[in-house]
């Protein structure tokens, strides 16, 4: 920290040329906070959408509240029918899918020997 402060404080102020170097540290910062904050969850994002657009009926899903069940039809208007027990349907959005739980609803056990 002390570090820190010396590069702050380095810089005479009746020079006028301490700016440039606060002018590259919020520049670091913003870009470290683009880095570490904003790509992951737009990669996220998009992930999830290529996931909920390419469904199929009869695909395994849980939904965010935690309801399990299998597609059954998949409406234009961004709704799909979910069959959560034989003959039982529920219609529900498609962004309401879980990418992370339905991925784990699907991976294959392994068995302990």
Known sequence: MFYLNAI?????????GGGMV???MMGAIILVFWLFMIRPQ????KEQKS???NM???????????????VNKINED???????????YLKIERSSISM?????????????K
């Open 100 to 112: 992370e739980w339905t991925a784990a609803l699907n991976k294959p056990v392994v068995e302990k």
């Open 8 to 16: 702050f404080l380095a810089g005479n102020p009746q020079q006028g």
């Open 51 to 53: 996931f909920v657009d």
């Open 22 to 24: 606060q002018l590259v």
């Open 56 to 70: 199929q009926k009869g695909d395994k899903v849980v939904t965010i509240a935690g309801i399990h069940g299998t």
């Open 78 to 88: 961004n709704t799909l029918q979910l069959e959560v027990s034989p003959g039982s």
């Open 42 to 45: 737009a990669k996220k994002a």
